[in-house]
């Protein structure tokens, strides 16, 4: 394992086609190979649209202003776009939010994890098939052979956000992009879903961008973690360090605002106005600072 | 009412609730029917809020919506300030329905996006004959700290925390005895969770509202709850008050929910 992160982000800028409304502001990130990296911060900061960005599957009314998305030291953003979807395809994989959503209803399991083996990396189906089982396996579902010709309504919502992190995991990528991907699962089922990502990630080596909103799942699952605000990265941190003392106010306003059953007076702190002001002022000073050196 | 008025709001004996499931449901006959709620026996006493946590399936949403009779019970006696409302019809519930009001979990699909804020506290005043209904809703966007312009809005206007205050606002414009909130906070982030929770605790409060609080998680129930029901599979595993609930948990699976939730909190014992 090399010290150079394997997933580099610098000043990456996303805005809305059109009106150019900033969605990303110069956006800076690393995530060593084989280490877990949280993305928090509340809805609509940009979380999810730092993975997106990375998979090249933006929405459309979304374009990247300027900056580099450095993968294994070679810059996304330079390449023509077959040749991105191509090394973007052999080196990360997406484990998505809603399993239900993700899997097509109408398909066996079999072919939804083999089909990406297969078609985009050229393996023969048996061999792809063989990996499939094998993966099942490594994610503790029972009977494989069974659960290769379900379709996905047959199976609970715990069992398909396994297949989900077995298709993942599938090819071997060496960055996952995970996206809440336990949000829509109970908490019991959700600490299986977590153990279980972090046994894989180690034991793969993988290096994976976590999203999510939840403080107490990044204390679990990752090594370092970056906040969000409005698109903005206002704090990055260890978790070690981030947890002891979270350097920002916003960060700190958060981490109060986290549910924590163990402090019920202590936890569930409504974020102040004075860090909701001074953390949109901080946004605003960036936006016209960045017009001043245009 | 037969009963002098006494300090139990709501009370449950042996109910039960089955549905038929229609997906097993041979061609000919009547289908089999699934049992979402096996003999539970509780008491909501008056001013009180009681939280019902369970995973998804164990019921909770069910057991809420016969409490305010969007279901009918199959069996047992649900009691509502002395009146059998078991087996009431439609009729005979209506005037009872303004006492017992809801909020729901989704205010975007339980809030008409083609009418204004004004307009959807405003409907069920009228319906239930309400005079003064203007003052009565501007008051009750007051009561849950939204301003009073905010009645000319769409709910699509307005962010998370901002249309459950609305949801909110609906349900005590009514001047109810009783509000069941079934995960209400758990669309929301963080932050506006926070507010949220600490309107309704001050409603609950000012208004002398008794409440039922349906939730997945138990930090949020803690805060805002006296008493605590774990509904497990259709079947209460647990009742105690808040504090000997996270003290001593009693049930296996209270203990199995509490230990999978992940604080944020380095030293937290969880792998």
Redesign the interface.
């Known amino acids: 394992m090399t010290d150079r992160p394997f997933l580099e982000i610098s000043q990456l800028t996303a805005r809305l086609k059109g009106s150019g409304t900033p969605l990303l502001r110069s956006v800076d990130l690393a995530v060593p190979a084989g280490s877990v990296h949280g993305l928090v911060g ?2 609509g900061a940009g979380k999810s649209m730092i993975g997106k960005a990375i998979l090249g599957i933006l929405p459309r009314s979304v374009e990247v202003a300027t900056g580099a998305i450095r993968l294994d030291g070679t810059d996304l953003q330079s390449l023509p776009p077959a040749e991105r979807r191509t090394r973007v395809g052999a080196l990360t994989a997406l484990i998505p939010q809603d399993p239900l959503t993700a899997l097509n209803p109408s398909r066996r399991i079999g072919p939804q994890i083999t089909d990406r083996l297969v078609d985009i990396l050229g393996w023969d189906r048996a061999r792809a098939v063989d990996r499939a089982r094998q993966l099942l396996a490594e994610v503790q579902l029972p009977d494989p052979d069974r659960i290769l010709r379900s379709y996905p309504h047959e199976l609970s ?1 715990g069992q398909r956000q396994r297949i989900l992190i077995a298709a993942a995991f599938a090819a071997e990528p060496r960055l996952i992009i995970a996206d809440e991907p336990t949000t829509a699962l ?6 299986q879903i ?2 279980l990502i972090r046994e894989m990630q180690e034991r793969h080596g993988t290096a994976m961008l976590f999203v999510t ?8 699952v990752c090594q370092s973690l970056s906040v969000l605000y409005a698109g903005k990265i206002v704090e990055s941190a260890r ?2 360090d981030f ?2 003392a979270p350097a920002h106010t916003y960060s700190r ?3 109060a ?6 402090d ?1 007076h202590g ?5 102040p106005d004075e860090v909701m002001q001074a953390v949109r002022a901080e946004v605003a000073a960036f936006d016209e600072g960045r017009a001043a050196h245009v | 009412m037969s009963e002098p008025p006494s300090d139990v709001l709501y009370g449950v004996e042996h109910l039960h609730l089955s549905l038929p499931d229609l997906t097993r449901k041979p061609l000919l006959g009547p289908a089999p029917r699934i049992h979402i709620l096996n003999d539970l026996s509780f008491t909501i006493r008056r001013g009180e809020v009681m939280g019902i946590v369970g ?2 399936g164990s019921g909770k949403s069910t057991l809420g919506r016969a409490l305010v009779r969007l279901l009918e019970p199959t069996g047992g006696h649900v009691r509502f300030d002395g009146t059998d409302i078991t087996h009431l019809g439609e009729g005979e519930l209506r005037p009872l329905r303004r006492r017992f009001q809801m909020i729901f979990q989704d205010p975007m699909s339980s809030l008409n996006p083609r009418r204004t804020v004004g307009a959807i506290i405003e409907a069920p005043l009228a319906l239930h004959g309400f005079d003064d209904i203007a003052r009565r809703s501007a008051e009750a966007l007051d009561q849950v700290g939204l301003p009073r312009s905010f009645a000319r809005r769409f709910p699509h206007e307005l962010s ?1 925390g901002q249309r459950q205050r609305v949801g909110i606002a609906r349900a005590i414009a009514m001047r109810p005895d009783f509000i069941l909130a079934d995960e209400i906070v758990s669309g929301l ?3 506006s ?3 949220v ?2 309107l309704l605790e001050g409603l609950v409060k000012d208004l002398g509202l008794t409440l039922a609080f349906i939730s ?5 129930i ?2 805002l709850c006296q008493r605590i029901l774990v509904l497990h599979r259709g079947v209460i595993v647990e009742e105690a008050p808040s504090d000997q609930l ?1 003290a001593a948990p009693q049930a296996e699976y209270t203990k ?11 030293d ?1 014992v ?2």
């Open positions: 509340e809805s919502g109970d908490v019991t089922v959700q600490k977590l153990r909103h939840d403080l107490g799942v990044v204390s679990k978790v070690e947890f002891r306003a958060l981490l605002a986290s549910p924590r059953y163990t019920p936890s569930l702190m409504p974020v | 995973g998804s998370g982030d963080v932050s969770q926070a507010q929770l600490n997945h998680d138990l930090s949020v803690r805060r996270f199995e929910l509490l230990a999978a939730i992940p604080l944020p909190d380095l937290q969880w792998a």
